[in-house]
């Protein structure tokens, strides 16, 4: 017999068969996708934040799944415990998680302590850029414009700014203008002046339909 998913018994026993299918794929098929969507089921549908930490932790740990090593990089960081959080970020990192990749490079660059910050948060900043995360290229440009290497601030810029990072459009249109880092171009700089625009308009139009649309169902 067919679900009518518009009652809410029909929705209350769809949502209870999608848990137990999960619980039985992750502890008795050992897979570690599905157990990051028990995480995932926990935490958004359940709202039990400490059980889908323990899931994460475990996944991470003993499955090397990466998206679950980047969840809980977050639950420790919002616990307070950057070592811990630094840990999971650098490890979901290696194994192909660019946002962590990020994190890892700005908890190392915000670590004003150590010597050798400037030089992991680089490296874990150019991983994720790599990645193709457009804030980890943005953050990057951002450093080395501050240090004024202009030519290394117009390459990562371009990067971010082709990735959808309309910040990075904006700078790279006025490194064009005024010639910092390569070549000088009031073309060039009008085309990336032109998608910073359209890339705030999108973003504002994004913004809208989820407001729009209210809390989206899990």
């Known amino acids: 017999m067919a679900m009518d998913m518009k009652k809410e018994e029909d929705v209350k026993e769809f949502v209870e068969k999608l848990g137990i299918e999960y619980r039985f794929g992750c502890y008795s098929e050992k897979k570690a996708d599905v157990c990051h969507l028990l995480g995932d089921y926990l935490e958004a549908i359940k709202?039990?934040?400490?059980?889908?930490?323990?899931?994460?932790?475990?996944?991470?740990?003993d499955r090397d799944f990466g998206r679950s090593c980047h969840k809980s990089g977050t639950y420790a960081f919002k616990a307070s415990d950057p070592n811990g959080a630094l840990a999971f970020f650098e490890k979901a990192c290696g194994l192909g998680v660019s946002e962590s990749c990020l994190n890892a490079g700005l908890m190392h660059v915000n670590d004003k302590a150590k010597e050798t910050a400037r030089e992991k948060g680089l490296d874990y900043l150019s991983r994720g850029c790599n990645g193709d995360n457009s804030h980890a290229c943005f953050y990057l440009s951002g450093m080395h414009l501050h240090e004024r290497n202009m030519p290394e601030a117009?390459?990562?810029?371009?990067?971010?700014?082709?990735?959808?990072?309309?910040?990075?459009c904006a700078n790279l249109s006025q490194m064009y203008r005024k010639g910092d880092g390569g070549e000088k171009s009031d073309e060039k700089a009008e085309l990336y002046k032109k998608r910073a625009l359209e890339l705030q308009e999108q973003a504002k139009m994004q913004k809208g339909i989820s407001f729009q649309e209210g809390i989206k169902p899990v």
Do not use: F
């Open 47 to 61: 709202k039990d934040e400490s059980k889908a930490r323990k899931v994460y932790e475990t996944n991470c740990k």
């Open 154 to 168: 117009r390459k990562y810029s371009e990067r971010a700014c082709n990735l959808g990072n309309m910040y990075a």
